[in-house]
């Protein structure tokens, strides 16, 4: 049996981004019951993939409730909806195994990992305030896109100079502004700039020097997005509401490192149970994102726990 809900997390302030802002996380969870044991998977619909809650609901409930993790990447497409069901069936082969889901993978138990922290777009004041307040992390994700971004950076690099910043621009910028901020993004000591120009409109990058490691995200969804990234893109974001769950990310994740991609793993803004399978995949990578549920008022029950060290792997309340 397949059950979905929708359901929906408030943030502890508004998040902006170069698109739009919002103050709570819409979210779905799928549950998958069998036999006697329940798996969980979440995953955040995303309007600039053209996805809704209502659509990914829809999709979800119209599922075979004997779908498999094999049968599912050949009936959905990758995003939340296939995420969502993907993670659930994980959790679920753990919980009837009595295992791990690492443990399942025949990979080594996860390490606590250092996530960014991420600072919402907002005025130069207010984010050197944001940093000031976060100064205390190793590393801050700086949400920026418009043609005044300098500022933001300067006052951000104020309010924390001892973090290693990442830029993400969130398709805001034109090549003329990427051109003019890199070198000196680079003097500012910015370790990564992530999706500086739109995808599908990023040609340019492969023309023009990079000082500083550029990262796709939003022209990265799975491993059929990888021939287009050579020579432009440095590293990758992956995400799971990007490929569509766990299964396929692992497999980005290898075949993107055997091309010489450096892996950023990142996320939505969800909650625990929605960060909780990226945590096996953020082993060994480059940059950790998984901050969503630090963004949130409220999360769920058996949070994921965040500690100076980093972010835990999952108590099995949760996941996996």
């Known amino acids: 049996m397949i059950t979905v809900t929708a359901d929906t997390f408030p943030l502890a302030h508004t998040f902006t981004i170069s698109r739009g802002s919002k103050s709570t996380a819409q979210v779905v969870t799928a549950t998958v019951t069998r036999d ?74 996860p390490r606590a990992v250092i996530t960014a922290f991420t600072l919402s777009l907002d005025t130069p004041a207010a984010m050197q305030a944001q940093a000031a307040q976060n100064a205390h992390r190793p ?6 896109g418009t043609p005044d971004d300098m500022p933001r950076l300067e006052a951000v690099r104020q309010g924390a100079p001892n973090a290693t910043l990442i830029i993400d621009a969130n398709e805001g910028w034109t090549p003329e502004i990427y051109a003019d901020l890199a070198p000196r993004l680079v003097a500012m000591g910015v370790a990564l700039v992530e999706q500086p120009l739109p995808a599908g409109d990023d040609n340019m990058l492969a023309e023009i020097a990079r000082p500083l490691p550029v990262c796709a995200d939003e022209s990265c969804h799975d491993r059929e997005s990888l021939p287009a990234l050579h020579g432009k893109y440095d590293v990758i974001n992956i995400k ?28 939505m803004v ?38 100076e060290h980093g972010i835990h792997p999952p108590h099995p309340a949760l996941w996996g």
């Not at 939340?80 to 069936?89: E, G, I, V």
């Not at 590393?139 to 920026?144: A, C, E, R, S, Y």
């Not at 497999?251 to 010489?260: D, H, R, T, V």
């Open 36 to 109: 006697g044991h329940h798996g969980r998977g979440e995953a955040v619909p995303y309007a600039r993939y053209g996805e809704t809650v209502a659509g990914v609901l829809a999709q979800i409930a119209a599922t075979a409730p004997w779908i498999t993790r094999e049968t599912l990447a050949r009936d959905l497409p990758p995003g939340a909806a296939r995420n969502a069901l993907d993670c659930a069936l994980w959790d679920l082969e753990a919980k009837a195994a009595g295992k791990r889901v690492w443990d399942l993978l025949h990979l080594p138990a």
């Open 139 to 144: 590393v801050l994700k700086i949400k920026l």
């Open 240 to 267: 799971l509401d990007k490929t569509g769950g766990l299964t396929e990310a692992l497999a980005l994740k290898a075949e993107a490192q055997a091309m010489g991609f450096g892996i950023m793993v990142g996320c």
């Open 270 to 307: 969800g909650s625990s149970l929605a960060m909780a399978p990226a945590t096996i995949l953020a082993q060994g990578v480059a940059f950790t994102d998984l901050d969503g549920p630090l963004l949130l008022a409220q999360d769920r029950d058996n949070p994921l726990l965040f500690v």
